[in-house]
């Protein structure tokens, strides 16, 4: 079934409040192979002009992804889920995430359309201070692959 294209600009509601933690972006860095010590030292965080140890860029996927889930989870989208490759990704970062940030995710349904009778949908997950502050942006395109 094809996706209804009046769904595009679809809001939800702010995720809860994630807090970051100098632990979960040491984890997120070592899985990552991210060796800089901005994500490990606080020192050399504040040597390079940062108020606390950062993520790495890619970080923001342990926020967005599930924030985006409420999308696929949403019975008016009605995606297939068990048909779902992960097509697209890319972030768009205001600053580093850090230790400390308190951040929610707010996604957005960016585009449906159906290409070869596949279903692809984009969302973007605006990430910000619980204050409002942007951090970033995530968008993602899921395809729902067509039975034929």
């Known amino acids: 079934m094809a996706l209804d294209p009046t769904l595009v600009g ?13 632990q979960k972006i040491a984890e997120f ?16 965080a504040r040597a390079a002009g940062h108020p606390d140890v950062i993520a ?4 923001a996927i342990a926020l967005t992804l ?8 949403d019975p008016d989208v009605a995606l297939d889920y068990s048909r779902v490759v ?9 600053r580093p995430i850090r230790a400390g940030d308190r951040l929610v995710a707010t996604p957005t349904i960016e585009a449906v359309r159906s290409v ?8 973007r997950v ?8 942007p951090v970033c942006s995530a968008i993602s395109m ?7």
């Open 29 to 44: 860095a070592d899985a990552v192979g991210a060796a800089d010590a901005v994500h490990r030292d606080v020192d050399a």
């Open 10 to 22: 679809r809001s939800y509601p702010p995720s809860a409040v994630h807090e970051v933690g100098r």
């Open 116 to 123: 070869g009778g596949n279903d692809l949908l984009t969302t």
């Open 126 to 133: 605006d990430v910000a201070t619980e204050d409002g502050e």
């Open 56 to 59: 790495p860029p890619t970080f």
């Open 86 to 94: 992960h097509g697209e990704q890319r972030f768009t970062h205001h």
């Open 142 to 148: 899921l395809v729902a692959r067509g039975t034929a």
């Open 66 to 73: 599930s924030a985006a889930g409420v999308v696929v989870e």
